[in-house]
């Protein structure tokens, strides 16, 4: 299961996993024609696919993805938790609401769809759990507050998760840079920000599809943050 397999990263994830084999859960929010899409694109690789949505800006009833995938394809071995919002704010004008509303999207969500995940995991098969978070958790953004502090929340849960959850589900992150550029960007501004990077390039979608994969097929891995950043962490 990918949430947020709809559009962008999301997408590419859900399709890397159908392409490898596996029958793809697509979690949308509000975008229902781009989850139909993926999902078609799915089928097409000859897998089972099915789409659902669930609110995962409300943690309570977030778990409930887990329990429609498993009644649509049965149960759920790999969850990638990708959803998330990118609000624009910084620690001067940030607002309760709009502070509540991205941990509960971006952080608590992930969370509590993982335990939910874990506990509804039959005992005699193995699990395992991507997120997804940001590169820049170690090198803020000025003007993303609440989403960075969310993301460094995921970071911190990925290894916690992996210690309790072990042996029987591995959990393991993505940690991206400048995959995808934002809607509002221009070309300009995108190669504008990616001439900073070592690798000077935007990375797309393949190199995250790849490492997620790396991290669902290697069964002694756990814990561990992968950078996908074009070595944006080391300028």
Known sequence: MVTGAG???????ALGLAEAGADVFVH???????AEETASAAEAMGVRTAIGSVDLSDPEIAPEVIALA???LGPVS?????ASGFPVDTIEDV???GWQRTLDLTLSSPVFVTKAFAERLPEDLDGAVVNVTDA???APYR???SYIVARGGIDTFTAAAAVFLAPQIRVNAVALGLILPRATQDRVFEERLAARLPLARVGGTQPVVDTVLFLMRNDFITGEIVRVDGGGHLK
């Open 95 to 97: 607002e309760r609401d």
């Open 136 to 138: 820049k958790t170690t």
């Open 78 to 82: 790999l969850l990638v938790n990708s």
């Open 28 to 34: 949308y929010g509000r975008s229902r024609d781009a």
């Open 7 to 13: 559009v962008r990263v999301g997408r590419a994830i």
């Open 143 to 145: 003007k993303h507050f």
């Open 70 to 72: 498993e009644s649509a």
